[in-house]
């Protein structure tokens, strides 16, 4: 799974969806008016220094429903002012605050009742994630949101566990490495899975001593501002976690080109982690981190239960209605089974409900908004247009709203716009491969190196494939599974270093060498 | 005068003139004249080197063999460096006008150390296994990035081209090195002694050549996997953003500093006042951690300056050749002609010259060791990087305004401190922001002792285990389980 999210294995879907038709509700697709549930927005200002205030323009943006399109709330647009106060108080808050002073056991203390506050309000973030983004509310709930909370969890355990290393010199000479928190850090975070990517960028930073500004996507700015209310609440001090709600170009760019700024960790597309990139070149050379895209593939080997793989494959690119970077979008599979398989696949992309996400029976929400919903639809008509055959889905569904059904391509050349491009939304190609040397060869063709799938049962076949493919996460036999000790990132343009596990703590920490003569030391 | 034997580019296991055959002149910075003239690398002679490096990786043996075979192979290279010390001892010293006698105690011992430490360090490279919340095994495998570009200045040739080739070659990596053009004498010579040794073909390239040229084609390469630089900050900016547009490669960054020396009065004079020459005299100053800002506390200010100003005045300099010399010239004309307009520039800014401020009485480009005084923190002598024989020297009264004036720079590469004190010792170490703190000594490093800067001095280290991460990928491998006795 996505960095970003976390948890919504295949095995609970499956058991889920069981249940349901065992109660009888099978439900057709479509939209779905009888579960709107409105909250009050509560929170809908800038973060800084521990109060929310408008921003300096006045300015405010509008955040939408995707199920029909409607304003749900007018959130505050900060720009590069804004950035600015957020830095001064981020800075002020690290040279001379209380935050990176504390042990690590302290600032461990505080994220748990972080923890334990997000997780008393679960059903209303959940809430206004599913509003916000279309995802599915029963996912958040039970497994998305849950594993968010984890993240402040272990990280908090990690708090007092950093450990620098005492050195072997080869003269009479004490060194040892000091593990410093960075400082000031900025985090761009996408719209896919907004309380994850929160939580996962934060939690190590905090954890390390650092103070920040967090810039939410202005898709789904209105969980982000609820946990800065609960940040504070928990005790977080002033000015050590602050939210700029606004847009990229503006707010974002102010992040990655802050003179005063000295990290920015991003998750989000290729083409937008390379601006950051360039802006912390031109401006203080700043370290950058970046989860970008990913085309990854999902190989299933003659051996594989064709049930599991097809329930894996459908599941690899319709989880959260193909808005995950780690999405199986290209799928390969050994011509022994293929067609048995494909049989399968269709049947039961066709039965995968696509509706309201408030509905605990649907599979999957709207598309995030109306521009990434006509990229995924233009992305089809390209695919037709190419020549390849279409074998389910491909259209939109009702009239109101951003939903597409699963959409199957297959009779597709390697070099077709939809086999090459990341397509961020419910569609797979589908390829047929003769010999595993093939298959990782076609695998690691492509720019991307995010993830990967292995179906079979054969231990040579798994340990080759999963050494060949270049990508930061091989996935044996299951897909999208992701845990907290598990570093998560790509190889080649699906990024630069790594979130998840203790490995993301090192882009936090600064690494000092102390040097001493010693005398008379009875070793070296 | 030696033979020079390598002036041609090494790629694939062979020296090759460059496609446009275009050669460079590398001159010897005591007189100026023409030592010999090398192949001249551009974008067509880099895309011929990450071609054979890429099927080195791709296909070849490198990557495949054990992490103790490659450090069999390393090791036997290091066996050849030793065997050739002085010769390789005196290209640098006529390349770059480093000092002989330090080259052959110094730098090419290093150079070999860090080979076999990084050798010793090949087959153990560990990955790990995880805690899971859920049933499944994962663990990480630590494999090697792929093609590595190594970019590297002209200050320490070999120092350089050894701290970025030997942890990269015991991953698993295949390499494209340039060196700066400048000096691409003892870097040719490491190719040749790299093939005696079973280096593979393609595994260890060199393309000699101007940044703006081979090294920009290194940096925008789009089958290039990282880029391991270490030059000045304004170059190190244009490569970041050349990696940024290519193929988003990620970048290790060594870059410049103003390294302060703060002397407390607990510091015995002598010690101190040697060591604060040292630091910015050593390799005539062009060395990124210069302690070219010294700060020194109220109550032994006078005396130390006397003795300070006295030592400056005694310092021999003269041919790098010569064993009692301990200054030689700076590298060229550039350099010289940068560092003597930085002088007359902190004198019009009203600075106090103690000592020096004046190229010496020789020819070459020698300029003599150069003591500003009552200086203010905004004068661009205290601000900017010389990279020459030049200090600004500062008094302070507290601990506290130590730390601020020490941290007050753009740059975070080193700091040192001088007291007997260990509360003050500790407490300085924390709160200076740069990468290596010396405590009564300067310029210590280590094979094992991770070496690089924080703020714009760059990021990413050098040296030590860390040293080895830029040139490896953590990839996760999750697989479910069944019926595990624990999790």
């Not at chain 1, 799974?1 to 609970?12: A, K, N, P, R, V």
């Not at chain 2, 050349?242 to 510091?267: M, R």
Request: proline share 5%; aromatic share 10%.
């Amino acid at each position: 799974m996505c960095d970003c999210c976390g948890l919504y294995s295949l095995e609970e879907s499956e058991r889920e969806r069981k249940r349901e038709r065992e109660r009888g509700e099978m439900r057709s697709h479509g939209t779905s008016e009888s579960f709107v549930k409105m909250p009050t927005i509560k929170f809908t200002k800038l973060f800084i220094n521990g109060e929310f205030v408008d921003s300096v323009s006045g300015k405010t943006f509008e955040t939408r429903d995707p199920r029909n399109g409607e304003v749900i709330a007018n959130i505050a647009e900060g720009d590069k002012e804004d950035v600015d106060l957020a830095v001064r108080v981020a800075r002020a808050a690290f040279d001379h605050g209380p935050w990176p002073r504390m042990s690590g056991f302290e600032r461990a203390r505080i994220m748990m009742k972080f923890a334990d506050l997000v997780e008393q309000n679960i059903e209303e973030v959940a809430t206004l994630d599913t509003l916000d983004a279309g995802k599915l509310f029963s996912s958040l709930k039970d497994y998305e949101l849950p594993d968010a909370i984890k993240s402040l969890r272990y990280y908090a355990g990690a708090a007092d566990k950093i450990h620098g290393d005492v050195l072997k010199m080869s003269r009479p000479l004490q060194a040892y490495t000091l593990l410093e928190p960075i400082g000031v850090v900025g985090h761009i975070i996408p719209w896919n899975f907004p309380s994850s990517s929160f939580f996962v960028k934060t939690s190590p930073a905090l954890a390390a001593g650092c103070t920040m500004v967090v810039k939410p996507a202005e898709q789904t700015p209105l969980s982000a501002l609820y946990y800065a209310h609960l940040a504070k609440l928990a005790g977080i001090p002033d000015g050590v976690l602050n939210v700029i709600t606004g847009f990229g170009p503006t707010a974002g760019a102010a992040i990655s080109s802050h003179m005063d700024i000295d990290m920015v960790s991003f998750t989000g597309s290729t083409e937008v982690g390379r601006e950051i990139m360039k802006a912390a070149a031109t401006s203080n050379l700043k370290p950058v981190v970046l989860e970008l895209g990913g085309k990854s593939p999902l190989l299933i080997f003659d051996d594989a239960d064709i049930d599991m793989a097809s329930d894996l494959a459908l599941f690899g690119f319709s989880f959260n209605k193909g808005e995950v970077c780690t999405a199986g979008s290209r799928l390969y599979v050994q011509e022994g089974i293929y067609d048995e398989f494909v049989k399968k696949l269709v049947e039961k992309a066709k039965g995968w409900i696509v509706g309201d996400p408030f509905d605990p029976n649907v599979c999957h929400g709207p598309q995030v908004d109306k521009v990434q919903f006509e990229k995924v639809l233009s992305y089809i008509e390209h695919g037709n247009r190419e020549g390849a055959t279409l074998l389910t889905g491909g259209k939109p569904i009702g009239d109101k709203g951003y939903y597409i059904e699963p959409t199957i391509f297959t009779d597709v050349k390697e070099d077709m716009l939809i086999v090459k491009n990341e397509i961020f939304g419910p569609v797979v190609v589908l390829m047929k491969f003769k010999t595993m040397e093939e298959a990782i060869r076609r695998a690691n063709d492509t720019t991307y190196g995010l993830a990967a799938g292995i179906v079979t049962k054969d231990l040579n076949v798994a340990n080759t494939v999963s050494r060949s493919i270049r990508a930061g996460t091989i996935w044996i036999n299951c897909y999208l599974e992701e845990d907290r000790d598990c570093p998560f990132g790509g190889y080649k343009m699906s990024g630069i270093g790594r979130d998840l596990g203790l490995e993301a703590l090192h882009k936090y920490l600064q690494v000092k060498s102390v040097i001493t003569p010693i005398y008379n030391s009875p070793w070296l | 005068m030696p033979t020079i034997k390598f002036t041609k580019l090494f790629i694939n296991g062979e020296f090759v003139d460059s496609v446009s055959g275009k050669t460079i002149e590398t001159t010897d910075p005591r007189n100026g004249e023409v030592i010999a003239k090398v192949a001249e690398g551009g974008k067509e002679d880099v895309d011929l080197a990450v071609k054979a490096a890429r099927a080195a990786f791709d296909h070849g043996p490198w990557p495949r063999m054990s992490g103790f075979e490659r450090a069999r192979i390393m090791m036997k290279f290091a066996d050849l460096i030793e065997e050739n010390l002085e010769e390789l001892a005196t290209l640098d010293s006529l390349d770059a006008g480093k000092l002989f006698s330090l080259g052959k105690a110094i730098d090419i011992p290093g150079v070999i150390s860090c080979l076999r430490y990084y050798a010793g360090a090949a087959d153990k490279i560990h990955g790990r296994t995880l805690k899971m919340s859920r049933e499944f095994q994962a663990y990480t495998l630590l494999e090697p990035i792929g093609v590595v570009g190594s970019i590297i200045p002209w200050n320490f040739p070999s120092t350089m081209f050894f701290i970025k080739a030997s942890p990269a070659l015991a991953a698993g990596c295949t390499v494209v090195m340039k060196p700066a053009e400048q000096t691409p004498l003892s870097a040719l010579y490491y190719a040749h002694l790299a093939k005696m040794a079973g280096v593979p073909d393609g595994v260890l390239n060199v393309i000699t050549g101007f940044g703006p040229t081979a090294g920009a084609a290194i940096s925008s390469h789009m089958d290039i996997d990282m880029v391991s630089f270490t030059g000045s900050t304004e170059v190190g900016r244009e490569i970041m953003k050349a990696a940024a547009t290519s193929n988003l490669k990620p970048v290790a960054l060594e870059l410049g500093g103003k390294s302060p020396l703060l002397i407390f009065d607990d510091a015995d004079i002598d010690m101190a006042s040697d060591l604060a020459l040292l630091g910015v005299l050593y390799n005539k100053g062009e060395i990124c951690v210069a302690g070219s800002r010294v700060f020194v506390q109220e109550g032994i200010y006078d005396e130390f300056v006397k003795k300070l100003v006295e030592k400056a005045k005694a310092w021999p300099i003269g041919d790098p050749f010569d064993p009692q010399v301990r200054q030689g010239p700076q590298i060229d004309k550039a350099q010289f002609d940068k560092i003597l307009r930085y002088i007359e520039h902190g004198m019009r800014e009203g600075a106090t010259l103690l000592t020096g401020g004046k190229p010496a009485e020789r020819q070459g480009y020698y300029i003599e060791p150069t003591i500003f005084t009552d200086v203010k923190e905004d004068m661009l002598i205290v601000k900017d990087e010389i990279f020459g024989p030049v200090m600004a020297l500062m008094k302070f009264k507290t601990i506290e305004e130590a730390i601020k004036s020490a941290n007050n720079t753009r740059y975070g590469l080193a700091a040192g401190i001088v007291t007997k004190s260990l509360d003050v010792a500790n407490t300085v170490s924390r709160s200076i922001r740069a990468g290596t703190i010396w405590i009564n000594c300067y310029f210590a490093f280590g094979d094992d002792c991770p070496f690089g800067g924080c703020k714009m001095s760059g990021f990413g280290k050098d040296h030590g285990s860390e040293g080895l991460h830029k040139y490896l990928h953590t990839k996760s491998v999750v697989t479910p389980i069944y019926n595990s006795p624990w999790l």
